[in-house]
Nanobody, 114 residues
């Protein structure tokens, strides 16, 4: 059974930083594409960043967010800097395997507020 567990969310002031983690179990992590999504209240989930061997980002987070992975720890990360209230959302990670299956975590809430 594949499980994804996100952590690292919380309350941060504008301009602050957080690092999200996503630990994957039950899947061949190194072969999977890892992605981060976020969902604003009342909105559809949106793609934020993805990584296979290198990272890719939506325009609104480029130069502020960095996605990375540690295959030895089966963990993906999302380093978020210069956070603004507009980044407040539930953040989800997704693991997509080469056989076409994808798996989601339960999400971690990020709140940016003074």
């Amino acid at each position: 059974q594949v499980q994804l567990v996100e952590s690292g969310g919380g309350l941060v002031q504008p301009g602050g930083s957080l690092r999200l983690s996503c630990v994957v179990s039950g899947s061949s992590f190194s072969a999977n594409v890892m992605e981060w999504f976020r969902q604003f209240p009342g909105k559809q989930r949106e793609w934020v960043a993805g990584i296979s061997s290198s990272g890719d980002y939506r325009d609104s987070v480029k130069d502020r967010f960095t996605i990375s992975r540690d295959n030895a720890k089966n963990t993906a990360y999302l380093q978020m800097n210069s956070l603004s209230p507009e980044d407040t959302a539930v953040y989800y990670c997704r693991s997509a395997s080469p056989d076409g299956n994808s798996y989601w975590g339960n999400g971690t809430l990020v709140t940016v507020s003074s």
